[in-house]
């Protein structure tokens, strides 16, 4: 069992406040060119309507995924796991964006008969309609998985990554990204480094050494060299490895996400997930913190409320923590 350090809990937090904000910096530029290195992206109306500073569908669907964390429930747990998809179902009614591949699966299941074994067949059944799976929706929403698994195995957490992603998104390649990246992020958390290769162990050891040039080849490069495709899991993780990778700030991170183009939104919210994991919730700016808001009717504070609570439902940090 361990005990957080306040600077700990201050990366913890910042890797949900960080993808937030950078879900919502980027919406406006979703499906828009590349950015000039001289622009500096700001927030304003979503392509899809979303108000100045409102998180769109990256953060919508983490949101239950951290309340579970919250609630203290484990994401082993089938009867959590159906809890989540009956919230992303409930929530895909009235959302203003729901990405494609996430939008058919949700329409073959029913409310109040959601089970795991439903989801993760409909999952499996729509992939071999289409003979792919590999949309980047599951990525986007992965970073609160890792805060259930700071004091667990890595082993578990690459389980439990893979289990979550796969309740929309069968393919291998949507496993292996969001465990590769819930297990970054836990890194980053425990010491501050993100160290994306020292991860690779504990995906399947016949996929290793393809994830190991993927990440290779996005290192030291700029999101906007990958924003083609940047909607197929594999690209986005690529581009969002380059905008954290060359950082020197999370502001830095987030904008160079943005700056890439194509799917912006997405593209900020993984990097945000890291870079936030990176420099901590500190790191985000006071004026972010004070127009970010989404669903289901969150504030900034709110988000960090949740994280406390999944961090103090797993003991590692009192429950009378004031915060970061």
């Known amino acids: 069992m361990i005990s957080l350090t ?4 201050d990366r913890a937090v910042g890797s949900v406040l960080a ?10 530029y979703e499906f828009g060119p590349s950015l000039a290195d001289d622009v500096v992206p700001e927030f304003g109306i979503g392509y899809f309507g979303h ?49 494609a591949q996430t939008r058919a699966l949700l329409g073959r299941l ?10 993760r067949a409909a999952s499996e059944s729509l992939h071999a309609q289409h003979g ?44 292996d990204a969001c465990a590769l990246w819930c297990l970054a992020i836990r890194h980053a958390i425990l010491t501050g480094e993100v160290d994306v290769r020292a991860q690779l162990e504990w995906i399947p050891a016949q996929r290793r050494e393809r994830w190991l040039h993927l990440i290779d080849d996005a290192e030291g490069r700029h999101p906007r060299d990958l ?29 160079r996400a943005v700056r890439g183009g194509n799917d912006t939104d997405t593209i900020a919210a993984i990097a945000g997930s890291l870079a936030g994991a990176r420099y901590g919730a500190s790191a985000v700016p006071a004026e972010w913190r004070g127009v970010l808001h989404g669903w289901p009717d969150l504030r900034a504070t709110d988000l960090e409320r ?19």
């Open 110 to 119: 029913v409310v109040g008969a959601i089970t795991e074994e439903s989801a």
């Open 227 to 255: 924003s083609q495709d940047n909607g197929w899991v594999v690209r986005a993780f690529q581009a969002a490895l380059a905008a954290v990778s060359g950082s020197t700030s999370l502001a830095d991170a987030l904008e």
């Open 306 to 324: 949740l994280t406390l609570s999944a961090l103090a439902t797993e003991n590692l940090i009192s429950t009378n923590h004031e915060g970061p």
């Open 51 to 99: 108000g100045v500073g409102e998180w769109t569908d990256d953060t919508s669907m983490a949101m239950p995924i951290l309340h579970q964390l919250a609630e203290g429930h484990r994401l082993e747990d089938p009867v959590a796991l159906a809890a989540i998809v009956e919230d992303w179902l409930q929530w895909s009614h009235t959302s203003r964006d729901v990405g």
């Open 19 to 28: 993808s937030a904000a950078g879900d919502a910096l980027g919406s406006q």
């Open 6 to 9: 306040s600077v700990q809990v």
């Open 132 to 175: 792919k799976s590999g949309g980047n929706g599951s990525l986007m929403r992965t970073g609160p998985v890792a805060l259930g698994y700071l004091d667990r195995s890595p082993a578990e957490l690459a389980a439990a990554a893979g289990r979550v992603a796969k309740l929309t998104h069968w393919e291998d390649d949507n496993a």
